[in-house]
């Protein structure tokens, strides 16, 4: 069964910085737009940020300026660079790929920011 596999999630003080990434298999080619998603706690799942196979990205307000989404085709990866944690960030990020007319999604790797 095809499986993503997403780490980087953990603790981090406020202010600081994580990095998530995301794996495809090499079964999946042609992927087209990738991206993260979050959840918190009592809140529907939300876009974090996007980035097609061109390179065109897209954020959410609340991630622009301290977040960057990036991908390495070759390896069937995506990247989430996140700096300048807050509380608010706390959440279960989701890495989601989109090939031909199927989406994947990751299992969920949990970030906790404290104050």
């Known amino acids: 069964q095809v499986q993503l596999v997403e780490r980087g999630g953990g603790l981090v003080q406020a202010g600081g910085s994580l990095r998530l990434s995301c794996a495809a298999p090499g079964s999946i080619f042609d992927i087209n737009t990738t991206g993260w998603y979050r959840q918190a706690p009592g809140k529907q799942r939300e876009l974090v940020a996007t980035?097609?196979?061109?390179?065109?990205?897209n954020y959410a307000d609340s991630a622009k300026g301290r977040f960057t989404i990036s991908r390495d085709n070759a390896k069937n990866t995506v990247y989430l660079q996140m700096n300048s944690l807050k509380p608010e960030d706390t959440a279960v990020y989701y890495c989601?790929?989109?090939?031909?007319?199927?989406?994947?999604w990751g299992q969920g790797t949990q970030v906790t920011v404290s104050s």
């Open positions: 989601k790929i989109v090939a031909g007319l199927r989406a994947y």
């Open positions: 980035i097609t196979t061109a390179g065109s990205t």
